[in-house]
């Protein structure tokens, strides 16, 4: 038989290299703002919080018959949060874990870890998308409605935040004798989709991350900010097809102060990794692993004023 | 391991003229079978008889049997349309938007030339009318259908009878979409009264409950401004209202109206108004309104009688059911080719295979 590279058995031609590909992960971004919130085993599985509303200001002064002035009356409000349980697995023959040359439990084991976290954060992202208040981008100049957000868009959420006395989430990133770089206010968050990069970067006023004075500060998920605005950005970000005026997608980008919305997790139900080897779950021959995880979580806005949904197309 | 788990069983009674049928399930199937009980084995010539689905097949095709003589003689049937459409709510099928040519500004009856896979309850967005743009985004309930003529959006038309004003609608599009499913959620309005107690009008089925705390974004040009922002309000404000959000004292979502009714005064208020379509489309944002809390239940609240703003429920009703949830659900759709006959008592099981060790290259 001629020898050539083409009459070479397949195992000769062939190396397994035993270093795996990277797989691609979203950012997670919707949880960064959340207030955590442990809610103890056997204590049901709704947790409340409240909330005393604020009392009126008393301006009047007594008069000189020192009479006691009329009573206000103290007002609660409950925000109650529901939690479910999550769960998922993987079956894997013994046939495959025994005759693979990859550890396939393994990267079963760090898949399975990867939904868990990506399931957590698009839980947080659909509840926000739910919840929260809505306000159109209609600086721009596209025709559409929402526009494509511009830095007009950026302070009139900032305004709203403001006026309901929304506290700050990051705190202002000072000037530096830097060159190109410019100082970023004491800011809100926003958490909006990878596709709103384009329409940051034509921004007018946008200051990308790399342009702040100090990075030591930010998180790799970051893209930049605008006046009082840090923009976070996810691949899983929220998007509503078609809902704009003309029918094209919208980006909600939503734009968080301090305390305005929460996850809660079960003190017994945090996120879990369960393997159960073969002879489990009806496997009198032992031909089948299970490889799973599950969590606890339930999520919720807290302050309505405090989260809004800043909604821009363009992307 | 057994080949297939049982998920459940479920039954329902067709109307007079049959409708899809959304089944809610807790797992994601891969056979289903639809029989029809009252006619099976009877002489009557009947479509649907007995239905099926397996995970292998397309979304929204079937196999089937019918009876297609008096002698009980069954014949096969298959299709690829009208079958069985398996929705997860936490990743629905999307769909193409469809033209349409007007829109009634008062029956909102939205004529189209195609209504192909639109039942009544399905969830519709309305996409640039020419002469109503106000329309546009907003998410509505279809109420009827009538099949490549129309579609009604019975609770706009209910909201419209209310006072809600809306020039007629020339062209533009709908488009078919399943809603996001987190509880409860925000809502659109589409008209709010002028009263001691006002109420709130939706396009689609509203999740709040009496006793939930309820606030409002109405943007300037709306008018009724006032019920912006109530959270933040203290007692004894100007508007000499409850301090804080409103309170939810009656809730209905029946065929053709969406809507619940407030603890709060409007009648000092601006007039709740949608801007004309012009002026929307010059830039505006919606008016909507959102959940903001837990509140005392109201006592005698029901889909007919408004809750008392001042008398508690008896014993004290702690509002458990409006709860921040995740009501995710998987449905199967019973489209009209297997949802069985008119009238018939119709059962449907559902299993899932135990092992699908699909894993590829491993």
Same mark, same amino acid.
């Not at chain 1, 403001?162 to 830097?178: C, F, K």
């Not at chain 2, 008062?106 to 002469?131: E, K, Q, S, W």
């Not at chain 2, 809603?179 to 689609?204: C, D, E, H, W």
């Not at chain 2, 008392?308 to 009703?317: E, K, L, Y």
């Given at each position: 038989?001629? *020898?050539?590279?083409?009459?070479? $058995?397949?195992?000769?031609?062939?190396?397994?290299?035993?270093?795996?590909?990277?797989?691609?992960?979203?950012?997670?971004?919707?949880?960064?703002?959340?207030?955590?919130?442990?809610?103890?085993?056997?204590?049901?599985?709704?947790?409340?919080?409240?909330?005393?509303?604020?009392?009126?200001?008393?301006?009047?002064?007594?008069?000189?018959?020192?009479?006691?002035? $009329?009573?206000?009356?103290?007002?609660?409000?409950?925000?109650?949060?529901?939690?479910?349980?999550?769960?998922?697995?993987?079956?894997?023959?013994?046939?495959?874990?025994?005759?693979?040359?990859?550890?396939?439990?393994?990267?079963?084991?760090?898949?399975?870890?990867?939904?868990?976290?990506?399931?957590?954060?698009?839980?947080?992202?659909?509840?926000?998308?739910?919840?929260?208040?809505?306000?159109?981008? *209609?600086?721009?100049?596209?025709?559409?409605?929402?526009?494509?957000?511009?830095?007009?868009?950026?302070?009139?959420?900032?305004?709203?935040?403001?006026?309901?006395?929304?506290?700050?989430?990051?705190?202002?990133?000072?000037?530096?004798?830097?060159?190109?770089?410019? $100082?970023?206010?004491?800011?809100?968050?926003?958490?909006?989709?990878?596709?709103?990069?384009? *329409?940051?970067?034509?921004?007018?006023?946008?200051?990308?991350?790399?342009?702040?004075?100090?990075?030591?500060?930010?998180?790799?998920?970051?893209?930049?900010?605008?006046?009082?605005?840090?923009?976070?950005?996810?691949?899983?970000?929220?998007?509503?097809?078609?809902?704009?005026?003309?029918?094209?997608?919208?980006?909600?980008?939503?734009?968080?102060?301090?305390?305005?919305?929460? *996850?809660?997790?079960?003190?017994?139900?945090?996120?879990?990794?369960?393997?159960?080897? $073969?002879?489990?779950?009806?496997?009198?021959?032992?031909?089948?692993?299970?490889?799973?995880?599950?969590?606890?979580?339930?999520?919720?806005?807290?302050?309505?004023?405090?989260?809004?949904?800043?909604?821009?197309?363009?992307? | 391991? @057994?080949?297939?788990?049982?998920?459940?069983?479920?039954?329902?009674?067709?109307?007079?003229?049959?409708?899809?049928?959304?089944?809610?399930?807790?797992?994601?199937?891969?056979?289903?079978?639809?029989?029809? @009980?009252?006619?099976?084995?009877?002489?009557?010539?009947?479509?649907?008889?007995?239905?099926?689905?397996?995970?292998?097949?397309?979304?929204?095709?079937?196999?089937?049997?019918?009876?297609?003589?008096?002698?009980?003689?069954?014949?096969?049937?298959?299709?690829?349309?009208?079958?069985?459409?398996?929705?997860?709510?936490?990743?629905?099928?999307?769909?193409?938007?469809?033209?349409?040519?007007?829109?009634?500004?008062?029956?909102?009856?939205?004529?189209?030339?195609?209504?192909?896979?639109?039942?009544?309850?399905?969830?519709?967005?309305?996409?640039?009318?020419?002469?109503? &743009?106000?329309?546009?985004?907003?998410?509505?309930?279809?109420? /009827?259908?009538?099949?490549?003529?129309?579609?009604?959006?019975?609770?706009?038309?209910?909201?419209?009878?209310? #006072?809600? +004003?809306?020039? %007629? #609608? +020339?062209? #533009?599009?709908?488009?078919?979409?399943?809603?996001?499913?987190?509880?409860?959620?925000?809502?659109?309005?589409?008209?709010?009264?002028?009263?001691?107690?006002?109420?709130?009008?939706?396009?689609?089925?509203?999740?709040?409950?009496?006793?939930?705390?309820?606030?409002?974004?109405?943007?300037?040009?709306?008018?009724?401004?006032? @019920?912006?922002?109530?959270?933040?309000?203290?007692?004894?404000?100007? +508007? #000499?209202?409850?301090?804080?959000?409103?309170?939810?004292?009656?809730?209905?979502?029946?065929?053709?109206?969406?809507?619940?009714?407030?603890?709060?005064?409007?009648?000092?208020?601006?007039?709740?108004?949608?801007?004309?379509?012009? %002026?929307?489309?010059?830039? &505006?944002?919606?008016?909507?309104?959102?959940?903001?809390?837990?509140?005392?239940?109201?006592?005698?609240?029901?889909?007919?009688?408004?809750?008392?703003?001042?008398?508690?429920?008896?014993?004290?009703?702690?509002?458990?059911?409006?709860?921040?949830?995740?009501? /995710?659900?998987?449905?199967?759709?019973?489209?009209? %080719?297997?949802?069985? /006959?008119?009238?018939? &008592?119709?059962?449907?099981?559902?299993?899932?295979?135990?092992?699908?060790?699909?894993?590829?290259?491993?």
């Amino acid at each position: 038989m001629t *020898v050539s590279i083409a009459s070479l $058995p397949p195992q000769i031609q062939q190396r397994y290299n035993a270093k795996l590909l990277s797989t691609p992960e979203h950012n997670l971004i919707h949880q960064l703002f959340a207030t955590p919130v442990e809610l103890p085993d056997n204590q049901g599985f709704i947790d409340r919080q409240s909330r005393y509303d604020r009392l009126d200001l008393f301006e009047v002064p007594l008069d000189d018959g020192q009479n006691n002035p $009329p009573p206000q009356q103290l007002n609660r409000v409950d925000v109650d949060c529901r939690v479910r349980v999550y769960a998922t697995y993987i079956v894997l023959t013994r046939q495959v874990t025994i005759t693979n040359e990859d550890p396939v439990l393994n990267s079963a084991a760090a898949r399975l870890g990867q939904s868990l976290r990506e399931t957590q954060d698009a839980l947080q992202r659909d509840n926000l998308e739910a919840t929260a208040s809505i306000i159109n981008c *209609v600086g721009g100049t596209n025709g559409d409605i929402p526009t494509e957000m511009t830095i007009s868009d950026v302070d009139d959420v900032f305004t709203v935040l403001q006026n309901n006395s929304g506290e700050y989430i990051t705190n202002i990133v000072e000037a530096d004798l830097r060159f190109g770089t410019s $100082p970023i206010g004491d800011a809100y968050g926003c958490m909006l989709t990878t596709r709103m990069i384009p *329409v940051l970067y034509n921004m007018t006023g946008f200051i990308k991350k790399f342009q702040y004075p100090n990075i030591s500060q930010t998180l790799s998920v970051e893209i930049g900010g605008a006046n009082n605005v840090r923009f976070f950005a996810s691949e899983q970000g929220s998007v509503s097809l078609n809902a704009s005026l003309l029918g094209n997608d919208i980006a909600n980008c939503f734009v968080a102060a301090k305390e305005a919305y929460k *996850v809660v997790w079960q003190a017994g139900g945090k996120a879990r990794f369960i393997y159960l080897p $073969p002879g489990y779950n009806n496997d009198p021959c032992m031909l089948r692993h299970t490889a799973g995880c599950s969590f606890y979580q339930g999520q919720c806005i807290t302050n309505d004023l405090w989260i809004q949904n800043l909604r821009s197309t363009g992307i | 391991m @057994l080949p297939y788990s049982f998920i459940g069983k479920w039954d329902y009674t067709n109307p007079a003229t049959p409708v899809a049928v959304n089944i809610p399930m807790t797992d994601r199937p891969d056979y289903v079978i639809v029989k029809n @009980l009252t006619n099976w084995g009877d002489t009557t010539a009947i479509t649907a008889l007995e239905s099926e689905w397996f995970s292998s097949m397309a979304q929204g095709s079937y196999i089937g049997k019918s009876q297609t003589i008096t002698t009980d003689a069954l014949s096969t049937t298959t299709g690829t349309s009208g079958g069985f459409t398996f929705i997860d709510q936490t990743n629905p099928p999307t769909y193409a938007r469809v033209a349409i040519t007007a829109v009634n500004g008062t029956t909102f009856v939205v004529l189209t030339g195609t209504t192909t896979g639109i039942n009544v309850g399905d969830f519709v967005r309305l996409i640039n009318v020419v002469g109503a &743009h106000e329309l546009s985004g907003i998410l509505f309930q279809v109420t /009827a259908v009538n099949a490549g003529v129309s579609i009604t959006l019975g609770m706009a038309a209910t909201a419209a009878t209310a #006072g809600w +004003t809306i020039a %007629n #609608g +020339t062209t #533009g599009f709908y488009q078919k979409v399943y809603p996001n499913f987190m509880y409860p959620s925000l809502r659109q309005v589409l008209y709010i009264t002028q009263a001691t107690q006002a109420k709130v009008y939706f396009g689609r089925p509203n999740d709040f409950t009496p006793g939930e705390l309820v606030d409002f974004q109405i943007p300037t040009p709306y008018g009724m401004t006032q @019920l912006s922002n109530l959270t933040a309000t203290p007692q004894g404000g100007p +508007t #000499g209202n409850p301090p804080g959000a409103a309170r939810v004292l009656q809730t209905i979502n029946s065929a053709t109206e969406s809507s619940i009714v407030i603890d709060y005064d409007t009648t000092g208020f601006t007039a709740f108004a949608y801007p004309t379509s012009a %002026n929307f489309a010059g830039g &505006h944002s919606p008016a909507v309104c959102f959940p903001a809390g837990s509140g005392i239940v109201p006592a005698g609240a029901s889909a007919t009688v408004i809750g008392s703003s001042t008398i508690p429920q008896s014993p004290p009703g702690t509002n458990l059911v409006d709860a921040f949830d995740n009501r /995710a659900q998987y449905v199967m759709n019973l489209g009209l %080719n297997v949802v069985g /006959a008119a009238s018939a &008592h119709m059962v449907v099981m559902a299993f899932k295979a135990d092992f699908n060790n699909a894993i590829t290259n491993a």
